[in-house]
C-alpha cells in the first residue's frame, strides 16, 4: 500500500480472530451518489519467505537478522580481552543480553543483511542490501541512546548493490578507522 501511495484513510480492516482479516477495499463507482462501495476481500497470511529463518549477520557482540516481519538484533555477552567488551557498551546504552530488538521502519524487500563496526569507536551499524540494489541502515547504539531502534532509510546515490565488506579506510596520516564498503556489480567499492 506505501509503494502505491495508497490513502489509508480510504482502507478498512477488520481483525477475524483467526489469524485472518477482512479488508474493505474501495472501488469507484460511477453511479449513485456515494461514488464509492467497499468489497470486503478476506485475507488469509501464509508462511513468509524466512519462516523458518532468514539471512542474518554479527560483529563481535551484535547480530542482527532478517523475519519476515522485518529486522531483529540482539547483544550477546562477551567478557574477554579482545575489543570490545560487550559489558561497557552494556552499561552505557542499558541493551538486555539474550534478547530480541526487533526495529522499526523497514518497509524495504530485502535480500541480504550485514552488520559492521563503522568509526573509530565501536559504532556497529546493520546494512540492508534491497532487492533493488540499494542499501539501508540501522544506526544501533544511536537507536538504542534515543530509546527508537528504527531503520535510518536508505542511502541515497547507491545503486546496483550487491554485498558488503568490511575494511579499513586510510586518514592519510599514517592511521585509519574502520569502514563499510558496498560493493556494486562491477566490483567497485
Known amino acids: 500500500m506505501a ?25 469507484a463507482s460511477i453511479a449513485g451518489g456515494n461514488g ?9 497470511p501464509g508462511p513468509g519467505d524466512w519462516a523458518d529463518g532468514g539471512p ?25 580481552r579482545d575489543f570490545p567488551d560487550s559489558e561497557t557498551y552494556h552499561r552505557a546504552y542499558g ?7 526487533p526495529v522499526a521502519g523497514c518497509y524495504g524487500d530485502y535480500q541480504d543483511i550485514f552488520v559492521s563496526a563503522s568509526g573509530q569507536d565501536f559504532c556497529p551499524y546493520v546494512f540492508l542490501l534491497t532487492t533493488e ?19 535510518g532509510g536508505p542511502l541515497y546515490g547507491f545503486r546496483d548493490i ?10 592519510g596520516f599514517g592511521g585509519g578507522y574502520e ?8 566490483g567497485r567499492k
Open 3 to 27: 509503494e502505491e501511495n495508497f490513502s489509508l484513510d480510504l482502507a478498512r480492516f477488520c481483525p477475524n480472530g483467526d489469524g485472518t482479516f477482512t479488508a474493505f477495499q474501495p472501488v
Open 36 to 44: 464509492w462501495y467497499y468489497e470486503p476481500v478476506l485475507v488469509e
Open 56 to 80: 542474518q549477520a554479527e560483529d563481535a557482540f551484535v547480530s542482527a537478522w532478517l523475519t519476515d516481519d522485518g529486522v531483529s538484533v540482539s547483544f550477546s555477552k562477551s567478557q574477554s
Open 95 to 101: 541493551f538486555a543480553y539474550d534478547t530480541e530488538y
Open 133 to 151: 540494489g540499494t542499501v539501508e541502515y540501522i544506526d544501533i547504539f544511536g537507536g538504542l541512546w534515543h530509546g527508537c531502534l528504527c531503520s
Open 162 to 171: 550487491v554485498g558488503f565488506e568490511s575494511g579499513v579506510y586510510e586518514d
Open 179 to 186: 569502514t563499510v564498503y558496498a560493493v556494486d556489480k562491477n
